[in-house]
């Protein structure tokens, strides 16, 4: 069973698993495991607890490598475990705050050592680390994409998709252009044919 959920709502791409891995030519251990947002950059607090740490870690004023990290938050659980979520863009919570699972913590960016955006998610028990994969519920497989939290469809989503099923632009689930499902280029052209010719039926019966 998970003790923690994933940082972010929607889809997400695992891109470097905790363990050996090969970076730069060379294989090095990596204490964490990096993920993409797909569908939101947002991140979410993977767990309730306090905001320990919040801030820009700058390279030369640090001397034990994690400048690496840029921007971090670590949240501390109260029972010995530890989140650092790094590489943010920007951070949403400071120190000292109280933060609920799920709730938006930080954006997902590139600052510290990167070679594109990413979160670096690290779990330590007090100062070691630990494979997060088993306190997520996941495989330690790097490639895969994961299912985050449900993303909320804001109300208009709802009128437009009714408006647009009634129209006949979209069709219902496993009918046509679904609604349930990602837009390919073949359905989008489906989406704008149909749009078009919505459109000028429009124009002829006015």
Request: negative net charge.
């Given at each position: 069973m998970a003790v923690l959920q994933l940082p972010y709502r929607g889809r997400i791409r695992f891109t470097s698993p905790y363990g050996d891995r090969l970076m730069n030519g060379r294989t090095s251990w990596h204490n964490g495991i990096d993920l993409v947002g797909l569908e939101s950059k947002t991140v979410i607090a993977p767990c309730a607890g306090r905001v320990a740490v919040s801030t820009m870690i700058p390279r030369e004023t640090d001397l034990t490598r994690t400048w690496e990290w840029g921007n971090i938050i670590r949240i501390?659980?109260?029972?010995?475990?530890?989140?650092?979520?790094?590489?943010?863009?920007?951070?949403?919570?400071?120190a000292g705050e109280t933060v609920s699972a799920g709730q938006p913590v930080g954006i997902e960016g590139d600052t510290g050592y990167t070679f594109g955006a990413h979160l670096h998610f690290e779990v330590r028990r007090g100062e070691a680390a630990v494979n997060p994969c088993p306190l997520l519920g996941i495989e330690n497989r790097a490639g895969v994409t994961l299912e985050g939290a449900p993303i909320a469809a804001p109300t208009w989503y709802d009128e437009a998709s009714k408006w647009a099923v009634d129209a006949g632009i979209l069709k219902g689930t496993g009918?046509?252009?679904?609604?349930?499902?990602?837009?390919?280029?073949?359905?989008?052209?489906?989406?704008?044919?149909?749009?078009?010719?919505?459109?000028?039926?429009?124009?002829i019966t006015k």
């Open positions: 501390d659980t109260g029972d010995g475990m530890r989140v650092y979520l790094c590489h943010l863009s920007e951070r949403l919570v400071n009918d046509g252009l679904a609604l349930d499902e990602p837009c390919t280029r073949a359905m989008m052209v489906t989406f704008l044919y149909r749009f078009w010719a919505y459109i000028k039926n429009e124009a």
